[in-house]
């Protein structure tokens, strides 16, 4: 499997890769643009837990909708693949998740792509 660095997707977007959208989710839900595409990469390796050098910019409730969405979804990752994780804490973990970024929705009008 690739790993999504900046560096990859940002030589893969100067080039007009056309494998970009298979690495990533569907983009056609999202409409996303060349930068959208970009953000969503960058949002997949913070998940991930790989350091990205993006830094979110807006008001504070649009960041810390990001920050919180973000968090969640990589907690309920980590989760998963933690051995000896039970039902009653991924069942939190999911419903943590679903209030963030219903959350991240509410702030910035798009759907959460993870």
Do not use: H
Request: charged share 20%; glycine share 8%; hydrophobic share 40%.
């Amino acid at each position: 499997m690739t790993t999504l660095t900046k560096e990859l997707i940002q030589e893969m977007y100067d080039m007009g890769c056309p494998d970009l959208p298979d690495m990533l989710p569907d983009p056609d839900p999202w409409r996303l643009t060349g930068v959208g595409k970009i953000f969503l990469g960058a949002l997949a390796s913070t998940v991930l837990g790989q350091p990205t050098g993006y830094q979110i910019r807006g008001t504070q409730v649009e960041v810390n909708a990001v920050r919180d969405a973000v968090l969640a979804s990589q907690k309920f990752r980590y989760a998963l693949t933690e051995p000896g994780t039970t039902v009653d804490s991924v069942i939190a973990l999911l419903a943590s998740k679903k209030d963030a970024t219903q959350n991240f929705e509410n702030a910035l009008g798009v759907p959460w792509p993870m």
